[in-house]
């Protein structure tokens, strides 16, 4: 492919000239099952409905992976392999190539992996924006209003390990950065935040303790004027990648200072790119800096944007790791996935069924048999070691289901390599993506009653930024299995320890939390 017009990723298009994202999600599905569980694989790629179906596809990606340590990382290598095969790079048709008719007219398509080494069509450079206030010199949490430190965050910490909301291990990193606060710079390092503006993601925690961070965003005005505010206000180092000017000279670093409100305007219209269109740059361009690399994936896009964004952001991790061997990775694993959980965890879901109320006892049964089994059911069978949390929420959908379980199996493969990963369970969150969204908002309203705590952005922000910190600086060996390291240092909000299984209790959540908001707005009046 040439020309100046940028690549696309996209979904492969069947026969009819469709570019189906449930054909897509059932095929990587079926081939990362397809070397360890070929009869669940053959399920999966006979599933009708995927966009209903898929619950259970997922879940057995899980199940199959649980006999041995290979076996996790077949799945997760194959589905990865599947994926960048299958997936499409579609654009303007260079000297030679011919034209895809699927593609459109004067366009060329090739695999996904083609972008391990395509050439990039321009550079970008830096612009540094310095702040002026001085770095936070400890580990504060917020939390209900109030900023949490030393004894205060200790207690905060216990409560949450007797609750079940996150997991010891959780408690322990935390309070190792804590007792570390040295380390919350990140000295020598510098962290890339893709998806900057993400609203949970670390980058104006990590620039408030003054790291040098990275962001980069789509090219929106309004989240780069968000940006650039926060990191003029911080301790920290803001680098903000732009393209070269149309000439394609380099426009050099420049570092602008508090109060250039017009140059700020300028950045803010000049800054940010589609990271689906424009891998090869940023691969490049990163690759070509000093000293050694955090790449954070925070990306997030509705629906099968989802899919192709992070499709886009795992081509440029495996272009960027070939390039440097000092990169490490940073994710955030959705709490709302299959997961395969300790002992402990089952133990104290036991503990909570066998203990819960007269109340529920007298009405949980009834509406466990009225709803056919789908209500109020017990989490986990007896003495399950490790169990399988399945917390999926169908209304989130396979697109997202997909694009979350293609990080946790890069970061699982990445860690098998030797590359130092930071994946960690963030808990469930009122994040813009779930108000907008009537039945999940319900469903987190509601959620207390069953023992799940539903974080506030703010704090979920800071506390993943501190085990990003911990993991960067004191995290060990990878474990025996590579479910035991995603279930260390959880904070999954007591999903993985409440009595039900999570969608059997979210379900009654939703109506309760309805009953809730409505009551509410009645009694406001409005």
Not at 227 to 250: F, I, K, M, Q
């Amino acid at each position: 492919m040439s020309g100046d017009e940028l690549a696309r990723v996209d979904f492969p298009a069947g026969p009819d000239g469709r570019r189906s994202t449930s054909a897509l999600g059932r095929a990587v599905v079926a081939d990362a099952l397809g070397q360890v569980a070929p009869a669940a694989a053959a399920e999966a790629g006979r599933e009708p409905n995927w966009r209903s179906g898929y619950l259970t596809h997922f879940r057995a990606l899980i199940e199959a992976g649980l006999p041995a340590r290979q076996t996790a990382l077949s799945v997760a290598r194959d589905g990865l392999a599947s994926l960048h095969e299958r997936m499409r790079v579609v654009g303007p048709a260079g000297p030679g190539e011919a034209e895809t008719d699927l593609a459109g007219p004067g366009e060329a398509e090739t695999s996904l992996a083609a972008l391990v080494s395509a050439p990039a069509r321009h550079g970008l450079t830096a612009v540094t924006v310095a702040g002026s206030g001085p770095p936070e010199g400890e580990l504060s949490l917020p939390y209900h209003g109030e900023r949490l430190r030393g004894g205060a965050l200790q207690r905060r910490l216990d409560t949450w390990v007797s609750e079940g909301v996150i997991e010891p291990s959780c408690a322990a990193a935390v309070q190792a950065v804590a007792a570390n606060p040295g380390w919350l710079a990140l000295p020598g390092r510098t962290v890339v935040a893709l998806g900057a503006g993400a609203e949970v993601g670390p980058l104006p925690i990590l620039l408030s303790w003054g790291a040098r961070v990275i962001g980069v965003d789509l090219p929106r005005p309004a989240i780069w004027s968000r940006l650039l505010e926060t990191a003029r206000r911080s301790g920290g180092t803001l680098l903000v990648p732009v393209a070269h000017d149309a000439a394609g000279r380099n426009r050099p670093d420049a570092a602008v200072q508090n109060g250039a409100d017009a140059a700020d305007q300028d950045l803010a219209s000049r800054a940010g790119f589609d990271l689906a269109s424009d891998v090869p740059a940023v691969a490049d361009w990163l690759a070509g800096l000093d000293g050694p690399l955090v790449l954070g994936n925070y990306v997030y896009a509705d629906g099968a944007d989802n899919v192709r964004v992070a499709s886009a952001v795992d081509a440029l991790t495996v272009r960027l790791q070939a390039a440097r061997p000092d990169v490490s990775l940073g994710f955030l694993a959705t709490p709302t996935d299959v997961f395969a959980v300790p002992a402990d965890a089952v133990g104290q879901s036991a503990r909570a069924y066998l203990t819960r109320s007269r109340a529920a006892r007298l009405g949980g049964g009834p509406l466990h048999a009225l709803s056919g089994g789908r209500l109020l059911h017990r989490a986990y069978p007896h003495d399950a070691d490790p169990g399988i949390c399945d917390s999926l929420i169908p209304q989130q959908g396979p697109n997202y289901a997909l694009a979350k379980r293609l990080q946790r199996w890069r970061a699982t493969v990445a860690r098998d390599g030797g590359t130092a990963v930071s994946m960690n369970v963030a808990p469930p969150t009122l994040t813009r993506s779930v108000t907008k969204n009537r039945v999940l908002a319900a469903a987190y309203a509601g959620a207390h009653r069953f023992g799940v705590e539903v974080f506030e952005p703010a704090t979920t922000r800071t506390l993943m930024a501190a085990l990003l910190v911990y993991d960067l600086h004191a995290a060990g060996a990878a474990q025996p299995h590579p479910w035991q390291d995603e279930a260390h240092a959880a904070a999954h909000g007591g999903l993985w320890r409440i009595a039900y299984t999570p969608r059997s209790a979210l379900g009654l959540a939703t109506l309760l939390g309805y009953a809730a908001t409505v009551g509410r707005a009645r009694g406001s009046g409005s």
